[in-house]
Nanobody, 120 residues
Framework: QVQLVESGGGLVQTGGSLRLSCAAS????????MGWYRQAPGKQREAVVT???????NYADSVKGRFTIERDNAKNTVFLQMNSLKPEDTGVYYC??????????????WGQGTQVTVSS
């Protein structure tokens, strides 16, 4: 079991920056993958960026060049640096971790989310 706690959300103007943090209760070094997802009002949750255990990243086209994910295994924390924010980036941002649970299975854990609001 691992618990994920996001922080760093808030209200920012268009063009501003925020840095989200996702602190895990245990080691994330064994996580097969971690990621940030977001959900805007009335929309489905979508992937923002994922990072594998070997550091490979996959960004949504809408955030490429503006967002950067960092995985710090020593601190059991994943960060999301968000620059040049746009109103369409508004939503609840969730952190996820895909953890091995034995017998070759993986379970995905989610944080409670942190609200990001970008004003125009």
């Amino acid at each position: 079991q691992v618990q994920l706690v996001e922080s760093g959300g808030g209200l920012v103007q268009t063009g501003g920056s925020l840095r989200l943090s996702c602190a895990a209760s245990g080691s994330i070094s064994s996580a097969r993958g971690m990621g940030w997802y977001r959900q805007a009002p009335g929309k489905q949750r979508e992937a923002v960026v994922t990072i594998t255990h070997i550091g490979s990243t996959n960004y949504a086209d809408s955030v490429k060049g503006r967002f950067t994910i960092e995985r710090d295994n020593a601190k059991n924390t994943v960060f999301l640096q968000m620059n040049s924010l746009k109103p369409e980036d508004t939503g609840v941002y969730y952190c996820s971790a895909a953890m091995p649970v034995g017998w070759g299975s993986v379970k995905v854990f989610w944080g409670q989310g942190t609200q990001v609001t970008v004003s125009s």
